[in-house]
């Protein structure tokens, strides 16, 4: 008796988890079909709340391809130290591949970190490090 409502509740769990995951797979299938940039922009939108602090009405007006002003610091773990930034305008484009860019003040934000590192580097007198790295004989 006791094994047998158990096993029925059991069952009932697995039921209701079955529904679930069905109506979950469901809304995962309609976002992809009608929103496929989702998927290509979770990147871009994790990089932006974890790495860099964004929080979601920033997020979600980048996200709107919409340009969004900032100030304050920004972090780079490339460089693993904050840049201040008293008025960059952000944005979210997508390239010629398909691919999402997070840009800040209309360049790559890999490229204005380095450029911000270059002129820290200058303002305390270390020269701005060469591009060219090939060997010499």
């Known amino acids: 008796q006791r094994e047998r409502q158990q096993a029925e509740q059991i069952q009932e769990i697995r039921n209701a988890y079955e ?3 069905r109506k979950l797979s469901e ?5 992809r079909r009608y929103f496929p940039y989702v998927e290509k922009l979770m990147p871009v939108i994790n990089f932006l709340r974890e790495r860099l602090g964004f929080n979601d009405g920033i997020i979600r007006r980048l996200c709107e391809f919409k340009e969004v002003g900032i100030k304050g610091e920004l972090y780079s773990s490339e460089f693993n130290r904050s840049f201040d930034t008293r ?3 952000c944005s979210i484009k997508q390239d010629e591949n398909g691919k999402f860019d997070f840009k800040i003040d209309g360049v790559s934000h890999v490229n204005w970190f380095r450029k911000k590192m270059n002129e820290f580097r200058e303002a305390i007198g270390i ?3 060469r591009q060219n790295r090939s060997m010499k004989l």
């Open 19 to 21: 529904q679930q995951h």
């Open 27 to 31: 809304f995962t299938d309609f976002v």
């Open 87 to 89: 008025h960059s305008v």
């Open 127 to 129: 020269p701005k490090p």
